[in-house]
T-cell receptor, first 116, second 109 residues
Framework: ETGVTQSPTHLIKTRGQQVTLRCSSQ?????VSWYQQALGQGPQFIFQ???????GRGNFPPRFSGLQFPNYSSELNVNALELDDSALYLC???????????????FGEGSRLTVL | AQRVTQPEKLLSVFKGAPVELKCNYS??????LFWYVQYSRQRLQLLLR??SRESIKGFTADLNKGETSFHLKKPFAQEEDSAMYYC???????????FGSGTQLTVLP
């Protein structure tokens, strides 16, 4: 069974740039969620994708957007990067059976983004 | 709005001593609560969920709706229990987990 994988593991961007982070869900999982974890904080929910559509969103501005592909993999895109976007971005997959009806998530190791 | 509070950022206990990691929540609906754990250099993973009423690695957690708490307990801590522990509340309607800020547990030899 293949776990959740994320790429890249680390990246550095400058303010105003755009970034794309990628995630492959665990085998058989149809729902992907993204979380932002700032230093010293717990993960914060960004959004969730099921059947290639966003079906849940946290308190993040529209410059945070995503995609889910037919193979359930997903991308997180952040436009117009700000210094406060520096964080660990976690992808989590689950077998939602209808869009994430469970809190049992399987996490990747994360992509650490530094914005200068 | 839902909120999860873990009042202790750091907690140290000696091996063999009891340990309790505190978690309080606020939520208007029927809560579904979890404990997640992150060991050093490993990914965040589920430890236990209240609905299962299970004991994992000797840890238990009881949901107390009156006190809006979901404290994690273990009677005899082991050094391998040293990790970051996150309490989390799941909202089915919002389809999101809300995490607390975490408690770093260190079990001393």
């Amino acid at each position: 069974e293949t776990g959740v994988t994320q790429s890249p593991t680390h990246l550095i961007k400058t303010r105003g740039q755009q970034v794309t982070l990628r995630c492959s869900s665990q085998s058989g999982h149809n729902t992907v969620s993204w979380y932002q974890q700032a230093l010293g904080q717990g993960p914060q929910f960004i959004f969730q994708y099921y059947r290639e559509e966003e079906n849940g969103r946290g308190n993040f501005p529209p410059r945070f957007s995503g995609l889910q592909f037919p193979n359930y993999s997903s991308e997180l895109n952040v436009n117009a990067l700000e210094l406060d976007d520096s964080a660990l971005y976690l992808c989590a997959s689950s077998l939602g059976g209808g869009g994430g009806k469970t809190g049992e998530l399987f996490f990747g190791e994360g992509s650490r983004l530094t914005v200068l | 709005a839902q909120r999860v509070t873990q009042p202790e950022k750091l907690l140290s206990v000696f091996k063999g001593a009891p340990v309790e990691l505190k978690c309080n929540y606020s939520y208007s609906g029927s809560p579904e609560l979890f404990w997640y754990v992150q060991y050093s250099r490993q990914r965040l993973q589920l430890l236990l969920r209240h609905i299962s009423r299970e004991s994992i690695k000797g840890f238990t957690a009881d949901l107390n709706k009156g006190e809006t708490s979901f404290h994690l307990k273990k009677p005899f801590a082991q050094e391998e229990d040293s990790a970051m522990y996150y309490c989390a509340l799941f909202s089915g309607s919002a389809r999101q987990l809300t995490f607390g800020s975490g408690t770093q547990l260190t079990v001393l030899p």
